[in-house]
């Protein structure tokens, strides 16, 4: 007998938990026999159905499968391979801190890892008011993006919380800021172009 087969889920392991007051009848036995070798001989496809702590080896059909059963309302079909498996690893989290600037941070940095908030008090707002700040420099931004962006936050955020403000930015310079308006111009700020909606 191997060492790991001493603990394991073997046909022998299996039958010594076999009520004793049934090993008198040889048809019981037989059938208990062969009930331990079947179940013995599925023991390797128990890693199969290990879903969490596969995520980054799961194709990517099955994540779409996994987020709608896990309630992950934010998710996006669109999302890249990479952001599906974050935002699912992610989403315990998140439901955990719904309401909370943690869980508006955790769900975005799922597409824009340098997310970050200002709220009100750090930049002289208006109570319960907040500003996004977020790392574009590989992702970009687009119009489609950014309303997916809003569409998120909406959901993440506690009702009483107001967004006011959106900036992307990246490491060359340019920093585009949405924000709830109709579009207002463009301007040029610190040397870039930044685009105000």
Known sequence: MKMNDAHGITADNLLKAFPPALTGDESITAMAAAICAVLAARVPEIASISIYSRIDELPEDLLDILAKDFKVDWWDADYTLEEKRATLK??????????????VITAISAIYPETQISEWW????????????LDATYQGVNPEKHARVLE????????????DEVEYYDAGGTATEYAYAAYLGSEIVDGATAVRY
């Not at 998120?152 to 967004?163: A, D, E, I, M, Q």
């Open 152 to 163: 998120r936050v909406n959901f993440y955020k506690n009702l009483r919380s107001v967004l």
């Open 90 to 103: 992610n989403s315990w989290r998140v439901h955990r801190m719904l309401g909370t600037p943690a869980a």
């Open 122 to 133: 750090e930049y002289g707002g208006e109570p319960y008011h907040f500003r996004l700040q």
